[in-house]
C-alpha cells in the first residue's frame, strides 16, 4: 500500500472522525433515551449520549464533506456525492457510538467506562457500512484505517482530556 492510498483513505473517513468528535464539544442537554430504562433496569444509553451531541456531530461531519469536496473535487466527482458521503459517514458513525453505548448498559458498564476496542471501532465500522454503498473504501484501505484509527482516537481522546473537554483521557 502505498503513502498517497493510506492518506486519501484517511481524507475518505475525516467526517466519520470530526462527526465522532464534535459531541464532546458541543454534547449536552437532554439524552436520547429521555432518561429511560431497559428490561435490565439500567439506562437504554446514558446521559453520554445527547441529541445535541448527535445532530451536532452529523452537522459538523457533513460540513466537514462539503469543504472537502471545495479542496479535492475529483475525489468525489460531484458536490451531491460528497455531501451523502459525508452525511453517511458521520450518521453512521454517531449511530455505531450509540449501538456501543447500548451495548456497554447491557453489561452493566457505566457512562464513561472504558470498553477497549467498542470505543475506538465500533463508530468507525458503523460509519465504513453506512458509506458503503455510496462509494466504498477499498478492502486493503479498510484494513489500514482499522488498524490506524484506535491510536487516532486514544491521541485525540488524550488531547480533549487535556484540553480540559473530557474528564477521563480514554
Ligand atoms: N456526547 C454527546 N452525545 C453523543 C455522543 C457523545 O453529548 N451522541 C458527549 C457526552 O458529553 C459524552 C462525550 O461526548 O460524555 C464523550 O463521548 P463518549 O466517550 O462516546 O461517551 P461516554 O461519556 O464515554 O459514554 P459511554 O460510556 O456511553 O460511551
Ligand atoms: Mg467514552
Known amino acids: 500500500m502505498s503513502l498517497s492510498s493510506f ?3 484517511l481524507w475518505y473517513v475525516l467526517p466519520a472522525y470530526v462527526a465522532n468528535g464534535t459531541p464532546v464539544l458541543v454534547g449536552g ?3 436520547i433515551d429521555g432518561g429511560r430504562t431497559w428490561r435490565d433496569g439500567r439506562r437504554l444509553l446514558g446521559d453520554g449520549k445527547t441529541w445535541r451531541g448527535f445532530i451536532g456531530g452529523v452537522a459538523f461531519g457533513t460540513l466537514t ?3 472537502q469536496y471545495f479542496i479535492t473535487p475529483d475525489f468525489y466527482g460531484d458536490l451531491k456525492t460528497a455531501v451523502l458521503l459525508a452525511f453517511l459517514l458521520s450518521f453512521g458513525a454517531l449511530v455505531g457510538d450509540l449501538v456501543g453505548s447500548f ?3 447491557r453489561a452493566n458498564l457505566p457512562r464513561g467506562a472504558p470498553a477497549i476496542g467498542l470505543d475506538q471501532l465500533g463508530f468507525l465500522l458503523s ?3 453506512f458509506a458503503y ?3 466504498p473504501l477499498r478492502g486493503d484501505q479498510m484494513l489500514m484505517v482499522l ?3 484506535p491510536f487516532i482516537h486514544w491521541g485525540a481522546n488524550y488531547f480533549a482530556y487535556r484540553m480540559g473537554w473530557k474528564s477521563v483521557p480514554w
Do not use: D, E, F, N
Open 147 to 149: 488498524i490506524i484509527t
Open 103 to 105: 451495548l456497554k448498559r
Open 127 to 129: 460509519a465504513l457500512a
Open 7 to 9: 492518506l486519501w483513505a
Open 133 to 135: 454503498p455510496v462509494k
Open 65 to 67: 464533506g462539503v469543504i
Open 29 to 31: 442537554g437532554r439524552p
